[in-house]
Nanobody, 115 residues
């Protein structure tokens, strides 16, 4: 069974930065595609970024150039560096692991961008 635990969320001012972490238990980490998604109140969950086992990345249009996803296979951890944060980035951020069509999710971490 795969378990994902996010951390690093919080309150930050517009223009600030945060780094989210997602620690993954289980042996699939190094071969899974990892991703970050977010969901704001009243909105659908949306893709933020993904990274394959080989390190290929994709980003949602609204975060491209500001956010960076990375992974450390030795630590079974995926990161999301978020820079130049905007109020519209406020949401619950979820970590995702996808392997052979099966998705696993973390419990989410709240990010609030406000002055």
């Amino acid at each position: 069974q795969v378990q994902l635990v996010e951390s690093g969320g919080g309150l930050v001012q517009p223009g600030g930065s945060l780094r989210l972490s997602c620690a993954v238990s289980g042996s699939i980490f190094s071969i899974a595609t990892m991703g970050w998604y977010r969901q704001a109140p009243g909105k659908q969950r949306e893709l933020v970024a993904t990274i394959t086992s080989r390190g290929s990345t994709t980003y949602g249009a609204s975060v491209k150039g500001r956010f960076t996803i990375s992974r450390d296979n030795a630590k079974n951890t995926v990161y999301l560096q978020m820079n130049s944060l905007k109020p519209e980035d406020s949401a619950v951020y979820y970590c995702n692991a996808e392997f052979r069509g099966i998705d696993s999710w973390g419990q989410g971490t709240q990010v609030t961008v406000s002055s």
